[in-house]
């Protein structure tokens, strides 16, 4: 194989990757995966590296004023660089085939875990220094104010990157059927919670019951989809997996709604973090995410919805 096509195995799909990926943080991470490959290091060290990155550039935040800002500038270096990994994390997995859905759920919390870092960072920062905006008496006099932008910025984080990863999954799941995919289901994840033992098997237990409600949570926002899935496990097994002509069907529906999923992963709301705290008024970034970002997700839930109700009608005519 040559290094191009290991290139091209390394990524998920052309479908659901973003712009600044393919030229900038999958070209640095597949260099990272070969090197890490060379070294024997697993795709979950990898991950669990990028947390340490990340939360410490998160905590570089913090600082303001002119004497600081070169620390600013070292915590957008370090997420950045805790991006790369975690961009290497995936691709060495998909090079050296090692799965496990220890390594999804550990992916994806490394992100969680970098943003809250970064939420609380950018809080006491207006707590402490105030902005360009308003000074620290003005927020410490209304703590409120910015306690709920950032906690409601949060908890919108959370939503919007959750159900754009499952949509991307399901549009993966049609691409390239149920092993190119990470689509899971509450019900098969209760099947293999219940056997588990607090007692004998107590870490994987705790893992698989917050990650058995979260794959809940984005199935009760996504009731068609639900319908069209049960609808395709009726009609063809277990794994669900229908013909091509109905495959390309819906990639056809879902493709244009994947650039809407990118944008409600991590680069554009970085980018847009990244502005709040170079023009120093950190809380627009919250207004960022619990405005555009949220009415983004509404759009997308409604759109995807959609398409999913005319795919359950296009599939009573597929043979």
Not at 50 to 75: H, K
Not at 127 to 149: E, T
Not at 176 to 201: C, I
Not at 289 to 317: F, S
């Amino acid at each position: 194989m040559t290094l191009k096509e290991e290139y091209q195995a390394s990524l998920k799909s052309m479908d659901t990757e973003e712009w600044l990926d393919l030229h900038f943080y999958r070209p640095i991470g597949f260099l990272w995966a070969k090197l890490f490959a060379k070294m024997g290091i697993s795709p979950n060290a990898v991950t669990i590296a990028s947390i340490f990155l990340g939360v410490f550039g998160g905590i570089l935040l913090y600082f303001r004023g002119d004497d600081y800002m070169w620390l600013n500038w070292f915590g957008i270096f370090f997420i950045i660089w805790a991006n790369t990994y975690d961009s290497a994390d995936g691709q060495l997995a998909r090079l050296t085939q090692q799965y496990s859905r220890m390594g999804r759920i550990l992916d994806g919390l490394s992100g969680d875990f970098w943003f809250v870092a970064i939420y609380f960072a950018l809080v006491y920062r207006e707590l402490d220094f105030g902005d360009a905006m308003y000074d620290n008496a003005f927020w410490y006099q209304n703590q409120w104010i910015i306690w709920a932008l950032g906690i409601g910025a949060g908890v919108s984080h959370a939503l919007q990157a959750a159900m754009a990863d499952y949509y991307r999954q399901f549009h993966l799941y049609f691409l390239k059927g149920a092993e190119g995919s990470e689509l899971d289901s509450a019900a098969a994840l209760t099947e293999q919670y219940k056997p588990l033992s607090w007692g004998m098997n107590f870490w994987s237990k705790l893992i698989l019951f917050f990650y058995r409600n979260y794959t809940a949570n984005q199935e009760f926002l996504t009731p068609r989809m639900q319908r069209l899935r049960a609808a395709l496990k009726e009609r063809y097994g277990e794994e669900g997996v229908p013909p091509q002509e109905f495959r390309d069907y819906f990639r056809q529906l879902s493709r244009p709604l994947m650039k809407y999923t990118n944008i409600l992963s991590f680069n554009t709301r970085i980018i847009a973090c990244f502005i709040s705290v170079i023009i120093d008024m950190p809380w627009c970034y919250f207004v960022f995410e619990i405005v555009v970002l949220n009415l983004l997700l509404i759009y997308m839930i409604l759109r995807h919805e959609h398409i999913c109700k005319k795919a359950i009608k296009y599939l009573a005519q597929v043979k």
